[in-house]
């Protein structure tokens, strides 16, 4: 079984930035790909961006060239660095993990999830 455990969520002005981290424990993590996902009350949870074991990177149009994702396996921790952030990214961010890369931005391809950690972008 694979832990997922998100930090660094808060409160952040706009245009400002804020780094989400995910600790991973459990199972070995090269066989993985792992993603965040947001989520706001009352909408479906989204992709935000995802990262395979090889580091091949995906981001959803709404964060590019604002936010980067990256792994390190050595210390089994993922990374949302978050620049220029806007009210809209307010949401609880979730970090997941599974198999299937070609879905990787897709819900249904993540088989471990992460309690979330709340980003709230306002002035």
């Known amino acids: 079984q694979l832990q997922l455990v998100e930090s660094g969520g808060g409160l952040v002005q706009p245009g400002g930035s804020l780094t989400l981290s995910c600790a991973a424990s459990g199972l070995t993590l090269d066989y993985y790909f792992f993603a965040w996902f947001r989520q706001v009350p009352g909408k479906e949870r989204e992709g935000v961006s995802c990262i395979s074991s090889s580091s091949f990177i995906k981001y959803a149009d709404s964060v590019k060239g604002r936010f980067t994702i990256s792994r390190d396996n050595a210390k089994k921790t993922l990374y949302l660095q978050m620049n220029n952030l806007k009210p809209e990214d307010t949401a609880v961010y979730y970090c997941?993990?599974?198999?299937?890369?070609?879905?990787?931005?897709?819900?249904?391809?993540?088989?471990?999830w992460g309690q979330g950690t709340r980003v709230t972008v306002s002035s």
């Open positions: 997941a993990a599974g198999r299937d890369w070609s879905r990787c931005l897709s819900t249904a391809a993540s088989n471990y």
